[in-house]
C-alpha cells in the first residue's frame, strides 16, 4: 500500500462548479452561522419549517444544560408525524417515484417499492401493530436484516406513536435479550434469517434464544426473507405475510408532540450496560433531514447510498429518516462491501445510477487493499459526492477514495456524530468548504464545539484538547431510557453545563477540526462502537476467568483492534486452545463483530496500591510502544508489567 504523505495544509479547493449549483455556497454558510448567532429563535424556526407540522410550535428552543435546571426541549408544543413526514406528504406529487431501492445480498437481485407502495405498507404493518395491542407510548424491538420491512417497520411505529428500538442483526441473543428487558419491550418483529456475504444469520433462532430470559415479550412478528423453515412458537408468533392479509392499507397517523419519543437505540459507553439512547420526534427529524440537505447538497428524487446497517444510528438517519423526509431515492443494501467481489459497492452505484455515496471508513480501507483494479473496472459515472462516517480517516485512504473512487470529480463529506446527536454536526459542506484530508472541518450552523483541557477550562486558537458542545441543537439524545440521571451524570457533569461528547480533537490554525479519537474506555472496531467494559464483563462471565482488562490498538483496516488481558482462575490453564475459545466466547456473548483480535494471559494486570487497573500501561502494550510505559512506580507490584511485556501477543 503506497503511504501518502499528508500535511495539514494540503487543502482541496471547492470545485468551481459546485460552488455555483449547491444550496449552500461559502458566503451561505457564513451567513447561516452568523444568523444563527444572532437571532437563535428565528433561524431554527425557519429550519423547522421543513417538516409539516399539523399544529405548529410557538416556541423552537428551550434549553438548560445546567443541573439545577436540566431541560432540552425543541419545537415542544408543535404536533407532527413523522411517517407522514416521510411519506404522506411526497405522495401527491411523488406516488410512483422509487423511494427505497432494496439491493440484496445476491447481486442478481434487487427490488424496488415506490413512495405510493411504502405508505400502502406501512400503513398495513402500522395496523398490524395496532392489532397486536400495540399503542402509542410502547417499545417495539425491531431485529431485521437490511430489507425494506425493516425501514417499513420503523415508520410504522412513527405512525402509531410506538417507540421502537432496532438492535443490529449482529448482536448474539444475549445482546438483543438485554436490551429488550432494559425497554420493557413485549414484542418483537424480526425475520426467519437474514442474509450477509452468502451466509446466512438465523435471526429467528436468536431471538427464541433471547426471549427465553424475556417473558414479558407475548408477540413476535415473523417477516419471511430466506423462506427457511423456522420453529414457531404457537400463540406467540406469526408471519408478517399472513397477518398482513387481515388489515387494510390504510391508516391514521397519531399526531404526535414534538418531544414524544421516536426511538431509543442502543449504545455502547465507558461504563455499564449499553445505553439506551432517546431521540424525540420533531427535533431528531428536523435534524437528520436537514442535515442531509445540507451536507449531502441533496435535491429530491437523487439517488442517495448511505451502506450502514439501520441497526445503527448511521442506518437511522442517513438510510431512513433523513432521506425519506426529503424526498429521496434511497439505497438500502443488504451485503457487505466485498462479496462476491471487491467491485460490488462500485457495481451498485453504476447499477442504480448512486449519486452520493456514503461509507465508513473502514470499508474503504479494507477494499483499498485490493488495490485499484476491482473500482477501475466499473464506471462509476453517475457519483457526484461521496462521504464517509464514523471513525477517523486516515489521509491514505481518504486519498485513495478521492483519487481512485471519486476520480477527483467528487468532494469527500467528513461527517463527525455520535448516536447522542442524532445525526452530523460537524462536515465540510460540498460547495463551500475546501476540504482537509482527515479533518471533519467545521462546525454546521449553530453547533458550538468547545476544546477544554482536563479541568474543563477552554482552550484557544490552534489546540487539541476534550471535545465539548456548549449549546444544543434540534436532534441532540434526550435521555438514557429509563434513567435521566445517568444522561446527565454521563454527559453534563464531567464539564458542568457542558455536553462532553468523550471525543477528543485538534483545531489547527484555520479553524479546521480534526478528531483524534475516544478519550474515555469505548472503542471503535469497524466503526462499530464498543465499551471496553462490555467485552471485559463478557470475559470475565466465562467460568475460567478470574478478571479481564480490554483496550483498544491501531488496526490497519478496522481502525482499532480489540486486545484483552486476561487473568485465569487458578487451576485453569493458559493454553492456545483456551485462547481460541475466549474469542469465540466473546464473538458469542456479544455479536460477531465484537470477537477479539487478541487474548494475552496475564499472571496479574498492573494496579494501583487502590486496586485501580492503570489501562494507560496496557494500551501501551497493545500498541507495542513499550519504551513508553511512563512511571510504574506506584503499582502495587511493578513486576507484573515485565510479565506482560514479554508476553505480549502479535495479531
Ligand atoms: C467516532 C456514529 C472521526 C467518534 C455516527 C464518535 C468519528 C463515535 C467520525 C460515535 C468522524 C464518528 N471522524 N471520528 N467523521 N464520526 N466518529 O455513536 O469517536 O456509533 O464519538 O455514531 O464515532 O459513534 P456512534
Not at 392479509?245 to 431509543?264: Q, R, W
Not at 460537524?426 to 477544554?452: D, E, F, N, R, Y
Not at 458542545?469 to 434540534?474: F, G, N, R, V, Y
Request: net charge negative; charged share 25%.
Amino acid at each position: 500500500m503506497e503511504c501518502a504523505q499528508v500535511s495539514d495544509s494540503e487543502v482541496f479547493p471547492v470545485p468551481e462548479a459546485w460552488a455555483k449549483r449547491a444550496l449552500m455556497d461559502a458566503a451561505g454558510f457564513e451567513a447561516a452561522t452568523r444568523r444563527v448567532d444572532q437571532d437563535p429563535e428565528g433561524y431554527w424556526t425557519e429550519v423547522a419549517q421543513r417538516l409539516d407540522w399539523m399544529q405548529p410550535f410557538t416556541q423552537a428552543k428551550d434549553v438548560s444544560f445546567h443541573r439545577e435546571d436540566f431541560h432540552i426541549r425543541w419545537f415542544a408544543d408543535g404536533v407532527l408525524n413523522v411517517s407522514v413526514n416521510c411519506i404522506d406528504r411526497h405522495l401527491p406529487e411523488r406516488r410512483d417515484q422509487v423511494a427505497i431501492i432494496w439491493e440484496s445480498d445476491d447481486p442478481e437481485v434487487y427490488d424496488t417499492v415506490t413512495y405510493g407502495q411504502l405508505h400502502a405498507e406501512v400503513c398495513r404493518m402500522a395496523n398490524v401493530l395496532k392489532a397486536r395491542g400495540v399503542r402509542k407510548g410502547d417499545r417495539v424491538t425491531i431485529y431485521l436484516p437490511m430489507i425494506p420491512a425493516a425501514a417499513v417497520a420503523m415508520l410504522a411505529c412513527a405512525r402509531i406513536g410506538a417507540v421502537h428500538s432496532v438492535v443490529f442483526g449482529g448482536f448474539s441473543p444475549d445482546s438483543l435479550a438485554g436490551r429488550i428487558q432494559d425497554c420493557d419491550s413485549r414484542i418483537v418483529i424480526t425475520a426467519d434469517e437474514g442474509v450477509r456475504g452468502g451466509k446466512t444469520v438465523p435471526l429467528k433462532l436468536n431471538v427464541d434464544e433471547a426471549l427465553k430470559d424475556c417473558p414479558g415479550v407475548e408477540d413476535v412478528i415473523v417477516v419471511r426473507r430466506t423462506q427457511a423453515d423456522v420453529p414457531m412458537t404457537p400463540g406467540r408468533d406469526a408471519y408478517y405475510s399472513e397477518l398482513k392479509k387481515t388489515v387494510s392499507d390504510t391508516c391514521d397517523p397519531e399526531p404526535m408532540n414534538a418531544e414524544d419519543p421516536l426511538f431509543i437505540l442502543y449504545t455502547s459507553g465507558s461504563t455499564g450496560k449499553p445505553k439506551g439512547v432517546l431521540h424525540t420526534t420533531g427535533g431528531y427529524l428536523t435534524w437528520a433531514a436537514h442535515t442531509h440537505e445540507l451536507v449531502f447538497d441533496y435535491r429530491p428524487g437523487e439517488v442517495f447510498w448511505c451502506t450502514a446497517d439501520i441497526g445503527w444510528v448511521t442506518g437511522h438517519s442517513y438510510v431512513v429518516y433523513g432521506p425519506l423526509a426529503n424526498a429521496a431515492t434511497t439505497v438500502m443494501f443488504e451485503g457487505v462491501p466485498n462479496y462476491p467481489t471487491a467491485s460490488r459497492f462500485w457495481e451498485v452505484c453504476d447499477k442504480h445510477k448512486v449519486e452520493i455515496f456514503y461509507t465508513a471508513p473502514t470499508a474503504i480501507r479494507a477494499l483499498m487493499r485490493d488495490g485499484d483494479g476491482p473500482v477501475a473496472r466499473t464506471s462509476r459515472k453517475s457519483l457526484r459526492l461521496l462521504g464517509t462516517v464514523g471513525e477517523p480517516i486516515n489521509p491514505e485512504a481518504w486519498l485513495w477514495y478521492h483519487r481512485v473512487v471519486g476520480e477527483e470529480r467528487c468532494p469527500i463529506v467528513d461527517t463527525w456524530w455520535q448516536t447522542e446527536t442524532g445525526a452530523c454536526l460537524m462536515s465540510p459542506l460540498p460547495g463551500a468548504t475546501p476540504l482537509k484530508p482527515g479533518s471533519c472541518a467545521k462546525p454546521l450552523p449553530g453547533i458550538m464545539p468547545q476544546l477544554v483541557d482536563a479541568d474543563g477550562k477552554e482552550l484557544f486558537g490552534a489546540i487539541s484538547g476534550n471535545l465539548c458542545l456548549t449549546d444544543s441543537w434540534p436532534g441532540q439524545m434526550r435521555t438514557v431510557y429509563g434513567d435521566h440521571e445517568r444522561f446527565i451524570t454521563t454527559y453534563f457533569t464531567t464539564y458542568p453545563g457542558k455536553y462532553f461528547t468523550g471525543d477528543g480533537a485538534r483545531r489547527d490554525a484555520d479553524g479546521y477540526y480534526w478528531i483524534t479519537g475516544r478519550v474515555d474506555d469505548v472503542i471503535n472496531v469497524s466503526g462499530h462502537r464498543l465499551g471496553t467494559a462490555e467485552i471485559e464483563s463478557a470475559l470475565v462471565a466465562n467460568e475460567h476467568v478470574a478478571e479481564a482488562a480490554v483496550v483498544g490498538y491501531p488496526h490497519p483496516v478496522k481502525g482499532q483492534g480489540i486486545y484483552c488481558f486476561v487473568t485465569l482462575k487458578a487451576d485453569v490453564a493458559p493454553t492456545d486452545i483456551l485462547q481460541a475459545e475466549l474469542k469465540g466466547w466473546v464473538r458469542r456473548e456479544i455479536g460477531p463483530f465484537a470477537a477479539p483480535d487478541v487474548v494475552q494471559f496475564a499472571p496479574g494486570l498492573p494496579k494501583t496500591r487502590s486496586g485501580k487497573i492503570m489501562r494507560r500501561i496496557l494500551r501501551k502494550i497493545a500498541e507495542d510502544d513499550l519504551t513508553n510505559l511512563g512511571d510504574t512506580s506506584t503499582l502495587a507490584d511493578p513486576s507484573v508489567v515485565d510479565d506482560l511485556v514479554n508476553n505480549r501477543v502479535t495479531a
